[in-house]
C-alpha cells in the first residue's frame, strides 16, 4: 500500500467507526434515500442524520443529489455495500472462533 492509500483507508475506516453511520450505509445499501428517511429508518434525529451523513460523505463513502429541496443520499458505489458485507463475515467468522475458544475450556 502506498501512504496515500494508508491515508484513504485510515479516513474512511474513521468514518465507518460509528455504529450510526454503518447503520445508515445499510439503509442506503437498499436505494437512495433522504435525510428525513434514513433519520427514521435509523431512530436519529435529522440534525444528528446530518451531521453523520456530512462525515460519510467527506470521506466518500456517500454521494448527494439535489432533488428541488430535497437531498438525496445514495452509496459511492457497490463497493461500500461489499464493506459492510466483509464486516458482517467477520464478525460471524470471530463469534464462531470465540465460541470455539470457549467450549475447548
Same mark, same amino acid.
Given at each position: 500500500?502506498?501512504d ?9 475506516? +474513521? =468514518?465507518l467507526?460509528?455504529? *450510526? ?9 437498499? @436505494? #437512495?434515500?433522504?435525510v428525513?428517511?434514513?433519520a ?18 467527506r470521506? +466518500? =463513502?456517500?454521494?448527494?443529489? *439535489? ?9 459511492? @458505489? #457497490? ?21 470455539e ?5
Amino acid at each position: 500500500m502506498t501512504d496515500d492509500e494508508r491515508n484513504f483507508g485510515s479516513m474512511m475506516f +474513521g =468514518a465507518l467507526a460509528n455504529p *450510526a453511520r454503518l447503520h445508515i450505509l445499510e439503509v442506503l445499501s437498499s @436505494g #437512495p434515500a433522504s435525510v428525513n428517511e434514513i433519520a427514521e429508518k435509523v431512530g436519529l434525529k435529522q440534525s444528528m442524520t446530518s451531521q453523520h451523513l456530512s462525515a460519510l460523505l467527506r470521506a +466518500g =463513502a456517500v454521494v448527494k443529489e *439535489a432533488n428541488g429541496n430535497l437531498r438525496i443520499y445514495n452509496l459511492r @458505489g #457497490p463497493r461500500i455495500a461489499q464493506i459492510l458485507r466483509l464486516v458482517e463475515e467477520f464478525h460471524r467468522v470471530h463469534l464462531r472462533n470465540l465460541q470455539e475458544l470457549l467450549s475447548r475450556q
